[in-house]
């Protein structure tokens, strides 16, 4: 049992203990944040006095000096022996000045046999030409004979077919006539042969009564007899009537055989002009189709003629074709020859110095570059850019640049090419290159001399500025602003806001713009925490157990 009390007067102790540490702990805390947080205010927050400055927003970069033109000479030959060198590395050479000459007697006994080449070319050339140029004559020559003989068979034939065309209707009009005549005289002719038929018929009639009365005698039959002896009587009555209207009729239009023969002649004149009328038409639609034909077989003739002369004509422009490939194939060959000998005499494209010279005399020279020259009196700077600042970059930017050969000497330049595209780069970094010419003579300045370049974006003179961490934001609007420090109350300053516009602005400085700020007056300045106060220092400085 008194175990048991000591357990729980010790477990009672041990809980007092906890709680007074608990207690103190939250004092200490307590006591401990008030402090840290009157040091965290203290080391956010400095002062700054608006200043007058002189600002430049640039843009930095590193490169080299180069030559502003640099040429590789590099003859369009190549196999030729190097005779001649006529410089050496570090020369300074004149525009035109020989360098090199080269070996040029292979190149020029090709130009020879070029040069007869193209004079045999062009011989055989105008053999072919004017050997098409009479296939094409004799064509056009064969046409126009054909086409003469043509247009006078097409002639003779419409002349004789107009000919045999009057004749077809002369005929026409004899036949017409023979017709008109035949018919008159059939008109004629009718009255005169119908009295001959009446006159005829009656008298045959009273022989066929006489004969019928003597038979009726014979039998006994007196009634029939007397009967048909009243009608003979009265044919024979009619008898001279008839015979007068034939008498009328002979005496009026003559003869019935006459007539008659005239009838007759009038038939055969008629089919006699019939058929040579007939015949006519016949002849006239021969003739017809013989001038079709002969119209027909010209214009054959004629595209046939036509077709040769094209053919002709095709087969001297293909001559003329080829004449001129032979030709102006070997032409370019001894061009080519021209200017290659031209370039086995090696000339300086431009004034400038010898920079490398990698070959010698008695060498084969395979193509590579003879020499290569630099213009020293103007050089540039090529450097690259983040793709950050390219958009900032602009051409006829000044420049400021540095280097170790000219000591602290600035160089004044300018922006002179800016790339399009960016720079081809493994690492993945995107980066454009932009030239810069150096505008300030220096005896000093050498190729390859590393150069530090500061591209002015912006610049300014005698300007307010403040520090760039003394601008805020207004949250709620957007606009920028400063702090303005009035005095200091219980060690905390008093301050007021001033909305400012912002002008140019550096890494460090920024120009600002108001009618209420002044040169001289101070304000604040806001850093990161982390930049001006170590947390685990104040703990350090003030013990583990500070404020128990």
Not at 94 to 117: C, F, P, Q, R, Y
Not at 246 to 257: C, N, S, T
Not at 272 to 289: F, G, R
Not at 337 to 366: H, M, N, R, S
Request: with cysteine; net charge negative; proline share 1%.
């Amino acid at each position: 049992m008194k175990n048991k009390k000591k357990k729980i007067v010790k477990t009672l102790t041990i809980l007092g203990v906890i709680a007074a540490l608990v207690i103190g702990a939250v004092l200490w805390i307590r006591h401990t944040g008030n402090e840290l947080k009157k040091a965290l205010e203290t080391a956010t927050q400095e002062s700054a006095v608006i200043q007058r400055r002189d600002l430049v927003s640039v843009v930095a970069a590193t490169g080299k000096i180069e030559s502003l033109e640099s040429a590789e000479l590099t003859p369009a030959v190549s196999g030729v022996k190097i005779n001649k060198i006529y410089a050496s590395v570090g020369d300074y050479v004149h525009k035109g000045d020989v360098i090199a000459e080269l070996d040029d007697s292979t190149i020029k006994d090709n130009l020879e046999i070029a040069n007869n080449n193209l004079s045999n070319a062009q011989k055989s050339a105008n053999l072919n030409i004017n050997s098409a140029n009479r296939r094409v004559s004799e064509a056009e020559a064969n046409r126009d004979a054909s086409r003469l003989d043509m247009d006078k068979r097409i002639s003779e034939a419409e002349e004789n077919l107009a000919k045999y065309k009057d004749l077809r209707d002369q005929a026409e009009n004899l036949y017409n006539k023979a017709v008109e005549s035949r018919k008159e005289i059939e008109q004629n002719y009718g009255p005169v042969a119908g009295a001959y038929s009446n006159l005829e018929t009656v008298r045959n009639q009273i022989e066929s009564l006489k004969l019928q009365i003597d038979s009726a005698g014979e039998d006994g039959d007196y009634i029939k007899q007397a009967e048909l002896t009243a009608a003979l009587r009265i044919l024979e009555a009619s008898v001279p009537s008839l015979e007068r209207a034939r008498d009328d009729a002979e005496a009026k239009y003559g003869l019935l055989l006459t007539l008659s023969n005239a009838l007759t002649a009038a038939q055969n004149a008629e089919n006699a002009q019939l058929a040579n009328y007939n015949s006519y038409i016949t002849q006239v639609e021969s003739l017809e189709s013989s001038l079709e034909s002969l119209k027909k077989s010209s214009e054959d003739t004629e595209r046939a003629n036509e077709s040769t002369i094209a053919s002709s004509k095709d087969s001297l422009q293909s001559a003329k074709l080829s004449a001129n490939s032979g030709v102006e194939q070997t032409k370019l060959q001894i061009s080519t020859y021209e200017e290659q000998i031209e370039a086995c005499v090696v000339k300086a494209p431009f004034d400038g110095v010898v920079t490398l010279l990698p070959v010698k005399e008695g060498d084969t020279y395979a193509g590579r570059s003879i020499a290569t020259i630099e213009d020293i009196s103007r050089f540039v700077v090529n450097t690259e850019i983040d793709e950050y600042d390219i958009g900032k970059i602009k051409l006829g930017q000044k420049v400021a640049i540095k280097t170790n050969g000219t000591g602290d000497e600035i160089l004044d330049g300018t922006v002179t090419k800016i790339a399009p595209r960016a720079t081809n780069s493994m690492s993945g970094t995107v980066t454009y290159t932009v030239q810069v010419s150096v505008d300030t003579k220096n005896d000093a300045l050498r190729l390859d001399m590393t150069a530090k370049l500061s591209i002015i974006l912006e610049d300014a003179d005698n300007v307010l500025s403040v520090p760039y961490d003394s601008v805020y934001t207004d949250e709620d609007d957007g606009r920028s602003y400063v702090e303005v420090i009035d005095g200091v109350t219980d060690d905390k300053w008093d301050t007021h806001r001033v909305y400012i516009e912002k002008g140019i602005a550096t890494d460090y400085y920024v120009e600002v713009r108001s009618t209420e700020l002044s040169e001289g007056m101070e304000i604040t300045v806001s850093r990161e925490a982390s930049d001006v106060f170590d947390l685990s220092s104040f703990f350090r400085n003030r013990g583990a157990t500070s404020g128990m």
